[in-house]
């Protein structure tokens, strides 16, 4: 017996299955000549907790600012100092361009360039801020670098390693999402950032205001290991860090802490190491050796974020020893 | 595997090319649908496996696993009917049917409800001061068990009260039961309806075919577009620690519109996935949100399965033919059996009581005389109001975690702030929400659920298109899971 009997020609099931593409063809064409032309907006995919943070600082790194004190680094600089309350404890304006530590000195040097270029005069200092987690991370990681100077050079964020990627590219769906989407439609973010934060806009809002700090919501058990060390690439790209300081402008250099117990004993000693190397890689005018190298474990959410309610106190520590570096 | 997934539409077009050449031969065919469909639900990985599993090889094992529960409780189901049909005396009849559900539903108890049985009596105990271990085992629920068992359970029962001969045909029974476009979140099909389509020749009509594109793209919209965005926000919501009026009931609203969307997109999809194939499968959702009595919404939200609870259990119970208060017993019964069988929670219980509760409420005369004076417009009007606010209210029960939960969110009711992220919260849910009340109203007022293969060729294909564009801008690398996997 026949399994089935079909009462159409195969032009009608071509039709069928072919016409629906006509107008997905036609959006991709727009998309790409929009772009090409410049009638669409340039890129600013702001659609998730990361890529948010990370063009809210590529964006503050390029506006005009009255910043004396910019700090930057990896998400322990993000996260554990407040820049507003660092501006009131100094008398002088703080800007924190903290992002990941998926991103390596090279990055920072990127975001540093950015904001000397836009504003030549005022700065003062650079506070660098990493955590011995980050120093032994041996590069970027490839999508948030993408992320990053895609957004710099006003590119797409095209991720076109897979067959998936380049047909997304092809659609032109992240010219949409990226260009229409994330100013049309606050996304919301997902799980702790969500319920902390609310929407992208409500992070950026935040961001803004506390002049580029934000908080950890998401408390998460230590993890990793505490064996820290200096990663080979580091010295390099200190050096690249180095040459993107202008010039008359002070290098200050800081090692986040680590909670006591899960760094170990030994820890403080080696964190003292760790500073007087990387100072030197970095040829920084200062180590911020006042900073402790270890606080307590209950002061964190996770092994490199602190407690909302322990942030003052850091930050309070960290203005203490900017203090000498700034006076007139 | 799941129908928002890249390895989906690559197996669906793999299958199509295979399904065109066994075209000349039915055994063929029925052999190639259930060895897809073996496929198609061994892809499956429970999340824990696939965290733990150190090799392939044990992810493997943990497939066939689950697929072997699958293959016997079909052969299992096949060879009692195939007894059932032979036995002579109702007694013995009556003893093997038996054992086919105590078989069924121990398999379906054991996995789904045997942890959740051992906590809560371990709790109550507690609460008398009587320490008792329970020994939870931490079982995997087996994806679509719920689904099956029942499809399975109901041939049997069927065959029982000789409303359909037994198949002798094991291939075509196994092809029924593991039917891959429905087999892992429904439509529950009855064996009266889809088994006698694996017996004959299908024709595939050009309207079949169209029904079928439109089905899935509409149904591939509404999962992958809308409630996969209704999805953050209903999380958002309920996973918040405190609650004001305000994101209590927009939280709510976007977890109802999320759960239609997931579950009744997932319908669709499967029967315009069966439509392209030439078989029929029945429609799982007719309108739900535009009922205006509670009765209404149960005949118009999932269909199978209330159709199922109605001829397998309420009728079988009485029913509504032993007095009023006997009635209410059995709906309330009947719901409440209804609201476990999607999980193994007090909440699910809650809810199933709350709708059986609801249904018998509105059995009394004087809610049926309720707006008597108004005029039959305005009447429409309130009562939809009415079982709207009655039917969230229910997703708020379904959803929420814990008692504590509902009963936080029940008391926020009266608070009337609102946190600074609300106006983008009610714009989310009104732009995800506009094109599904504008949809449904077209279909609501057109009387047809393909009131879309009514326009003209010109506007059908723009609008198709558009649906194609949007899954194309929203989809996601890895597809998130449809809700009623869980259950």
Redesign the interface.
């Known amino acids: ?8 020609a195969p032009k ?2 071509l039709r ?2 072919s ?6 063809a ?2 991709a064409v727009v998309m790409h000549l929009g772009a090409k032309s410049h009638l669409l907006p340039p890129p600013r995919p702001a659609l998730d907790t990361e890529r948010t943070i990370l063009i809210h600082q590529a964006e503050a790194s390029r506006e005009s600012r009255d910043a004396e004190v910019l700090l930057l680094g990896d998400s322990s600089c993000l996260m554990n100092v407040s820049a507003r309350q660092l501006t009131e404890q100094l008398g002088r304006p703080a800007l924190n361009l903290g992002t990941f530590s998926f991103l390596d000195l090279n990055a920072h040097a990127l975001l540093l360039r950015e904001h000397a270029r836009a504003n030549p005069v005022r700065l003062r200092a650079i506070v660098l801020l990493m955590h011995p987690e980050s120093l032994r991370r041996s590069g970027s990681e490839t999508y948030y670098l993408a992320a990053l100077t895609n957004y710099l050079g006003g590119l797409d964020h095209c991720q076109a390693e897979t067959a ?1 990627g380049q047909a ?1 590219c092809l ?1 032109g ?1 992240e010219i ?2 990226g260009r229409i ?1 994330s100013r049309a ?2 996304i ?1 973010l ?2 702790a950032y ?2 902390h ?3 992208t ?2 992070l950026e809002n935040l961001l803004t205001r506390e002049r580029g700090s934000a908080i950890d919501p998401d408390p998460k058990p230590f993890e990793g290991s505490a064996e820290y060390r200096l990663a080979p690439t580091l010295e390099r790209a200190s050096k690249n860090f180095r040459a993107a300081v202008p010039p008359g402008v002070k290098l200050l250099v800081g090692i986040t802490p680590a909670p006591e117990r899960f760094a170990g004993p030994r820890y403080p000693q080696l964190h003292a190491d760790l500073l007087r190397q990387w100072s030197q890689w970095l040829q920084a005018d200062a180590a911020l050796t006042n900073l402790p190298p270890a606080l307590p474990d209950d002061s964190f959410v996770r092994t490199t974020h602190l407690k909302e309610s322990v942030i003052p106190r850091y930050t309070g520590q960290l203005a203490a020893g900017l203090r000498p570096h700034l006076s007139p | 595997m799941l129908f928002n997934s ?1 390895v989906f539409l690559q197996f669906f077009a793999a299958f199509v090319l295979l ?1 065109w050449l ?5 055994t ?2 029925n052999c190639l649908i259930l060895a897809a469909s073996y496929l198609f639900y061994g892809w499956w990985t429970p999340d824990k496996v696939e965290s733990s599993s150190a090799n392939a090889l044990l992810g493997a094992l943990w497939h066939c696993r689950f697929l072997a529960l699958l293959v016997a409780t079909s052969l299992l189901d096949f060879s009692i009917a195939l007894g059932l049909d032979k036995l002579p005396t109702p007694r013995s009849r009556q003893w093997l049917l038996s054992a086919s559900i105590a078989a069924n539903l121990g398999v379906l108890g054991f996995f789904k409800y045997h942890d959740f049985f051992a906590q809560s009596c371990s709790e109550l105990f507690s609460s008398f001061g009587i320490p008792l271990q329970a020994r939870t085992l931490g079982l995997i629920l087996p994806v679509g068990i719920s689904f099956y068992t029942f499809q399975s359970m109901s041939y049997t029962i069927d065959v029982y009260r000789r409303e359909l001969p037994a198949t002798r045909r094991l291939v075509n029974f196994l092809a029924f039961v593991s039917f891959f476009p429905q087999l892992v979140a429904g439509p529950i099909e009855r064996a009266k309806h889809l088994l006698p389509q694996f017996a ?7 309207s079949m ?2 029904e079928g ?1 439109w089905l899935i ?1 509409w149904g591939m919209f509404k999962k992958v577009v809308l409630a996969d965005n209704f999805a ?2 209903a ?2 919501a309920f ?3 405190s609650f004001t009026a305000t994101t209590v009931i927009l939280g709510t609203l976007a977890f109802g519109l999320q759960i239609y969307c997931d579950f009744s997109g997932y319908s669709d999809i499967a029967r315009g996935t069966a439509r392209v ?2 078989f029929d499968i029945m429609w799982n959702f007719n309108l739900p949100y535009s009922a205006a009595s509670l009765r209404e919404f149960w005949q118009r939200w999932h269909i199978s399965l209330s159709t199922w609870l109605r001829d397998y259990l309420y009728i079988p119970l009485g029913g509504n033919r032993l007095g009023t208060t006997r009635t209410y017993l059995n709906l309330i019964v009947t719901m409440l059996l209804g609201g476990l069988w999607h999980g193994a929670a007090w909440n699910f219980v809650l809810w199933g009581l709350w709708h059986g509760a609801g249904l018998a409420l509105t059995r009394v005369p004087i809610f049926n005389s309720q707006f008597s004076i108004l005029n039959s417009q305005s009447r429409r009007w309130l009562s939809w109001l009415a079982t709207m606010t009655f039917v969230f209210y229910g997703w708020l029960l379904f959803r929420a975690k814990s008692f504590t939960q509902i009963a936080d969110m029940t008391r926020a009711l009266a608070d009337f702030s609102a ?3 609300i106006g ?2 009610a ?2 849910l009104v ?1 995800f929400a506009a094109p599904l009340a504008l949809m449904e109203l077209w279909q609501f007022k057109s009387r047809n659920l393909l009131a879309a293969l009514s326009l003209p060729s010109w506007a059908r ?2 609008l ?6 949007a899954i ?2 929203f ?1 996601q ?1 890895k597809g998130a899971a449809f809700i009623y996997f869980q259950f």
């Open positions: 017996m026949k399994s089935h009997v079909c009462e159409f009608d099931l069928l299955a016409l629906p593409l006509l107008p997905l036609l959006f998936a997304s659609l769906v949409f999402q989407l439609l606050p919301p997902p799980g969500g319920r934060y609310g929407f806009r409500d | 890249g399904y066994t075209r000349n031969s039915l063929l065919r004959g020749t299908r024709v595939i009509t050009l075919l169209e594109i793209l953050p926000l999380e958002m996973d918040h620690s194939l030439g946190p600074p992220w983008s919260f714009l989310n732009v294909i723009t198709q298109g558009s649906l194609l564009t194309a801008l989809w690398k």
